[in-house]
């Protein structure tokens, strides 16, 4: 068996979610994502970081809105009729991921995604697991754990 026989057989097809912040179109794998939410109507939480946003009560439960483009180093987020929560898991936690607007889900295979960057469109490259290119538009595969690890 050849090497690129080889590697083109360990290629897994791979589903994102992908979202915009800004102009930039993000994805995330699907299995993180848990639910997309409408609810904007948050609880502000004093002296908490400028990346928290607040906190919504999500069916009894209480999840932390963390707002991407603060995380990114954009500015503040405005509340849109686009916006959305994208909640995740992290542990036994749900957090919402502030997003400008929800686009589709992807199917890729692994061996598209390339190494991404240090530095895309203003935004710090450790936050980006790699890039994926098609015929009209470059999505950028986002490192949920790096991103929920930003204090």
Do not use: C
Request: aromatic residues 6%; hydrophobic residues 45%; charged residues 25%.
């Amino acid at each position: 068996m050849s090497a690129a026989t080889l590697t083109k057989s360990t290629a897994m097809e791979l589903q994102f979610a992908t979202f915009y912040v800004g102009e930039l179109l993000l994805a995330l794998p699907i299995d993180y994502v848990q639910e997309i939410n409408r609810n904007l109507e948050l609880t502000e939480v004093p002296h908490a970081p400028e990346h928290v946003r607040g906190v919504i009560n999500l069916r009894g439960d209480v999840a932390t809105v963390i707002d991407l483009r603060r995380i990114l180093g954009f500015s503040l987020a405005e509340v849109t009729p686009q916006s959305r929560n994208l909640i995740v898991r992290s542990g036994d936690e749900s957090i919402g991921l502030w997003v400008d607007r929800i686009a589709d889900i992807i199917s890729i295979t692994s061996d598209s995604i390339t190494p991404a960057p240090a530095n895309i469109s203003g935004a710090d490259g450790r936050f980006f697991k790699g890039v994926y290119r098609n015929d009209s538009e470059i999505v950028v595969i986002l490192d949920v754990q790096e991103v929920l690890d930003v204090e």
